[in-house]
């Protein structure tokens, strides 16, 4: 099983960045998809999540209407597009997949930096 996130890097205020976690081993459609972050000591915050059949999203409010989650099964690939970036959206991303049956699985996680 593996979930390996892409996309993170630096990017100035106001800009924009579209991570990817590509995942392979288990059957990434019947899993909810989630974005998790976890800035410098802080504890890991739920930045966004899709269901399994793609029809329904959350997203925390520090986000919303910034950031936009999508799943491509076809690809294996969940994204999160984040636009009007913040110096506060610093953090590392991670990327989790979750079974109704409650079996998770997490990535390594890439660095995402805001900064001018």
């Known amino acids: 099983v593996q979930l390996v996130e892409s996309g993170g890097g630096l990017v100035q205020p106001g800009g924009s960045l579209r991570l990817s976690c590509a995942a392979s081993?288990?059957?990434?459609?019947?899993?909810?998809m989630r974005w998790y972050r976890q800035a410098p000591g802080k504890e890991r915050e739920l930045v966004a999540t899709l269901s399994s059949a793609g029809g329904s999203t959350t997203y925390a409010d520090s986000v919303k209407g910034r950031f936009t989650i999508s799943r491509d099964n076809a690809k294996n690939t969940v994204y999160l597009q984040m636009d009007s970036l913040k110096p506060e959206d610093t953090a590392v991303y991670y990327c989790?997949?979750?079974?109704?049956?409650?079996?998770?699985?997490w990535g390594q996680g890439t660095q995402v930096t805001v900064s001018s």
């Open positions: 081993g288990f059957a990434f459609s019947s899993y909810d």
């Open positions: 989790n997949a979750e079974s109704q049956w409650g079996r998770v699985y």
